[in-house]
């Protein structure tokens, strides 16, 4: 080989050529812009979701103690009957109960309660309503099969 082609030869190795870059699409190369060093670029915000609705806790013990005894009574006080209480009471026993379940908890309730809220605490004034008429009726309850176990919306 001559010499004095060898310059010619290398000078495409030694020489910078322009950054290209390829694209998938076709192979018409794509100049590539040089990224400047400096301050980094903040990365976009985060979506804020909405904060969960609320129901105002007054509205929320309110509406509990009216619904509570009819969901407790459905079954026409039958139940209560197993207490030797007459099924025509159930109402206002129930009611008289829950008030009080629903005023015990409210003490330690949050001023505003999401769905989530709202139901676990419900959860709970079952629950103790369930407890209260227990304590209070224990030993009248009758030694029946069908009074060992409450309906299933009282367990």
Same mark, same amino acid.
């Given at each position: ?5 060898? *310059?010619?030869?290398?000078? %495409? $190795?030694?020489?910078? /050529?322009? #950054? ?5 699409? @076709? ?23 909405? *904060?969960?609705?609320?129901? %105002? $806790?007054?509205?929320? /013990?309110? #509406? ?5 005894? @009819? ?33 015990? /908890? ?50």
């Amino acid at each position: 080989m001559n010499a004095s082609l060898l *310059p010619i030869l290398l000078l %495409p $190795l030694i020489a910078p /050529l322009p #950054a290209m870059a390829q694209t998938d699409a @076709d192979s018409v190369p794509i100049p590539v812009q040089p990224q400047v060093l400096g301050e980094p670029v903040p990365p976009p915000p985060i979506p804020v979701e909405p *904060p969960p609705e609320t129901v %105002p $806790l007054a509205q929320w /013990l309110e #509406a509990t103690k009216a619904r509570m005894p @009819d969901h407790i009574c459905q079954d026409k006080g039958e139940w209560l009957a197993c207490f030797g209480l007459e099924p025509g009471s159930c109402n206002e026993r129930a009611e008289r109960i829950s008030a009080l379940c629903v005023d015990i /908890l409210a003490e330690n309730m949050p001023t505003a309660l999401t769905e989530a809220q709202a139901a676990r605490w419900s959860i709970e004034a079952a629950r103790c309503f369930n407890l209260t008429f227990l304590n209070l009726h224990q030993e009248t309850l009758k030694d029946d099969e069908s009074c060992r176990t409450p309906p299933a919306h009282l367990r």
